[in-house]
């Protein structure tokens, strides 16, 4: 059964407010980790786990935000927590401000979130909007491994929310008390050669490491190399904890 208007009022009372997002870039990518995104389609909660981000800065050449201010890009020099979502290969993207105009954090990853405000009902909307390539249910682990998969799971469009901020009985990011002690930093994807593509602001959850767009800890990767361990502060650590 769907919750009550009541109980998702609720909830919603616990969304994260706006200066939790007008941070650092990369502070927020971590923190982000372990969060759960909230969007309230036709009456569910449909929920993710946040597992996988990147940060992205006006500075540096792998940014949208680097080409300069566009109406399209509006959202990206608004203050910290704007959503801005794109197309990217044909589906859509998620992203929220930070920081410091032209500064953003790319939600990459997420897990499929149950409780009791998203219960099965939700999960069964989530595999309805997301389908595998013959039309059968994806399986959860892989339904929102990537960001276009995250956001056709959670119904989000860059019509409705693009350059918009958060409505807490709509769209919202809450703390549910899971951040990771200890993070993986490597580096982002699809960036290509000379336009920064050595900056490690991509942020993965371990535990969820192979649900990831690209799993960091796959084999023949090596520690130091290919990827590091940090803590939440972004403090290199010597070994995996």
């Known amino acids: 059964m769907a919750p009550s208007a009541n109980q998702a009022s609720r909830r919603a009372g616990n969304a994260l407010p706006d200066a939790f997002f007008n941070r650092d870039a990369r502070t927020l990518a971590r923190d982000l980790l372990g969060k759960v995104v909230r969007h309230r389609v036709d009456g569910l909660w449909l929920s993710a786990r946040i597992i996988e981000t990147e940060a992205y800065y006006l500075e540096e050449k792998g940014s949208h935000a680097s080409l300069g201010y566009t109406h399209k890009r509006r959202a990206l020099f608004m203050d910290g927590g704007v959503v801005y979502m794109y197309y990217a290969r044909g589906g859509d993207s998620l992203n929220f401000s930070a920081a410091g105009p032209g500064n953003a954090v790319l939600i990459k990853s997420a897990y499929p979130w149950s409780d009791a405000l998203s219960g099965p009902e939700a999960l069964a909307r989530m595999q309805q909007l997301n389908p595998d390539a013959q039309g059968q249910p994806r399986p959860p682990a892989r339904l929102c491994s990537g960001q276009t998969l995250l956001c056709r799971a959670l119904g989000l469009k860059v019509p409705d929310w693009d350059a918009r901020r958060f409505d807490p009985q709509a769209l919202y990011v809450e703390d549910v008390g899971q951040a990771p002690a200890a993070l993986i930093s490597t580096t982002r994807l699809g960036i290509p050669p000379g336009r920064d593509e050595?900056?490690?602001?991509?942020?993965?959850?371990?535990?969820?490491?192979?649900?990831?767009?690209?799993?960091?800890?796959?084999?023949?990767?090596?520690?130091?190399?290919?990827?590091?361990?940090?803590?939440?502060?972004?403090?290199?650590?010597?070994?995996a904890p």
């Open 198 to 239: 050595h900056l490690e602001y991509r942020y993965v959850d371990p535990a969820y490491a192979a649900f990831c767009t690209r799993n960091p800890l796959r084999r023949g990767q090596v520690a130091g190399r290919d990827y590091q361990w940090v803590d939440r502060d972004g403090t290199l650590l010597p070994h």
